[in-house]
């Protein structure tokens, strides 16, 4: 099995990318960092927007990726998380991010380089349900909420399986929407915006 287009697309992209300076690469991580805080201060405003907005700060951090690479995806990723627990005022927002929209278009990105197309899906559905698990551990035993299914009553003893299959559906979808918008940042948006950069 191949590799998805936008992936290899941005793995050559890798291979031509200049090698930048130290400077510039501190100035788009800010930048983005910025951008990305600004996304998670208004979820606190949009609170409708609680999800949707971490979601697309974790876009963000794929153009960084992109540009500068792993490492610096990374760094902007932990900065984000750990500040955005201080400014914003939706702190399930927060940890939305934390948890999965910010790390997950580097984890994408890792996992579609590995050989062999049921290979790759194992590893994502593998890492999303390790997600899982241990955010609803860490809030029933932690944090100490006990009541976390309380509006799923009516699932009886099936809410914990019926919820962690609709989970991984919409996991599974969530991935293919993401893997459209990635390609067509490559695609599309980077060359037409971005070409004399």
Known sequence: ??????????RESIAVRPVYKTSY???????????????MFLTGVFTPLGMALPLYAGLLV????????????????????????????NKDSSVYFAVFFGSYPILKFIFEGIHGKIF???????????????????TIYIFDINNLFEDFDFLGNYVI???WIIANIFFLL???TLGAILESYLKWFKPTFLKNK
């Open 25 to 39: 690469k501190i100035s788009l991580s800010g930048v983005i960092t910025s951008l990305c805080l600004l996304l």
């Open 174 to 176: 969530y991935d293919y």
């Open 161 to 163: 399986p019926i919820l």
């Open 1 to 10: 099995m191949q590799e998805t287009w936008y992936t290899m697309s941005m």
């Open 62 to 89: 794929y153009v960084v990726l992109d540009e500068l690479g792993v490492k610096w995806a990374v760094l902007t990723y932990a900065a984000v998380s750990i500040l955005s627990f201080f400014i914003t005022p």
């Open 120 to 138: 790759q899906i194992a590893a994502k559905i593998l890492a999303f349900n390790i997600i899982i698990i241990t955010a609803v551990t860490v």
